[in-house]
């Protein structure tokens, strides 16, 4: 059974850094593209980013494109994503899941930049 764990969220200021991880059990995360995505408040979940099987290629949304950097430790099975210079339109709750096809969500972590 697949469970995903995000954590590292919390209150940041406008300007501010964070660093979300994503421990995964019942995978092996190097072998799947994994994608980190973000809900905020009455919208609809978006894809951030992504970091491909087997190799360290990424993609970004254009909004992020340049502050996040998505990554991956094989030895720790875990999947990270560099926030900085974040803003307050970044403020949502940030998921970690198997890309295209996802496993059962996670609890996520919620990050909130104040202005």
């Known amino acids: 059974q697949v469970q995903l764990v995000e954590s590292g969220g919390g209150l940041v200021q406008a300007g501010g850094s964070l660093r979300l991880s994503c421990a995964a059990s019942?995978?092996?995360?190097?072998?799947?593209?994994m994608a980190w995505y973000r809900q905020a408040p009455g919208k609809q979940r978006e894809w951030v980013a992504d970091?491909?099987?087997?190799?360290?290629?990424?993609n970004y949304r254009d909004s992020v494109k340049g502050r996040f950097t998505i990554s991956r430790d094989n030895t720790k099975n875990t999947v990270y994503l560099q926030m900085n210079s974040l803003k307050p339109e970044d403020t949502a709750v940030y998921y970690c899941?198997?890309?295209?096809?996802?496993?059962?969500w996670g609890q996520g972590t919620q990050v909130t930049v104040s202005s």
């Open positions: 899941n198997v890309s295209p096809y996802p496993a059962q």
């Open positions: 019942g995978i092996i995360l190097r072998l799947k593209t």
């Open positions: 970091i491909f099987a087997g190799s360290s290629r990424t």
